[in-house]
């Protein structure tokens, strides 16, 4: 095991009014960024830093629908209510018990950073339940005026240490935070 424990992140973009997706669920208005020929914003780099994702269920779809699933060579644990089967891509497992629980043992388990993929009701959860070390949000120049929110109605403060921010030539800009502080309301 390495010397550091590992640490949840969450690695996300969102409207510069604070929304993941539409109120449909769709994130049409990032593709002009995803393609970028200039610079992949950190992401490859990113990416060889984590060694399992998490998601919920509808971001789970969503990523399916993409085409080829993206993270085949990670472990990927989804969470679930729903009792239908989900079509089971390479390396991902479905959780239905408790989150919290489950990414705690993650963590005792595990040696590299684990990604918090989404989406709004999962974030909730490990953000009220302490379980997130990093935020790295990208904020996309668009306001969307309605939508699905990065953090919906989350029952706690929680105070952040910024640790780096960067400018794109696309308008985009990633914050990068640690967080420090959680107090209950």
């Not at 998490?54 to 990927?76: H, I, N, S």
Request: charged letters at 30%.
């Amino acid at each position: 095991m390495k010397g550091n424990k590992p640490r949840i992140k969450l690695y996300i973009a969102c409207s510069l009014d604070g929304f993941i997706a539409r109120e449909n669920g769709s994130i049409d208005w990032l593709t002009e960024y995803e393609k970028n020929p200039g610079t992949d914003y950190g992401y490859s780099e990113f990416y060889s830093s984590i060694g399992t994702v998490l998601m919920g269920r509808k971001t789970y779809e969503q990523v399916l629908g993409f085409g080829d699933w993206p993270y085949g060579e990670k472990k990927a644990y989804v969470f679930t209510r729903q009792e239908e089967l989900l079509r089971r891509e390479k390396n991902v497992e479905f959780i239905s018990g408790d989150i919290g629980e489950f990414a705690r043992q993650l963590k005792e388990n595990t040696e590299e950073d684990i990604w918090l993929v989404g989406g709004s009701q999962l974030i909730k959860v490990f953000l009220e339940e302490d379980l997130v070390q990093d935020l790295i949000v990208f904020f996309v120049p668009v306001i969307l005026g309605s939508g699905i929110p990065l953090f919906d109605q989350i029952q706690k403060e929680i105070g952040l240490k910024l640790i780096n921010t960067e400018r794109y030539e696309s308008g985009l800009v990633r914050v990068e935070y640690e967080i420090e502080i959680h107090i209950t309301k």
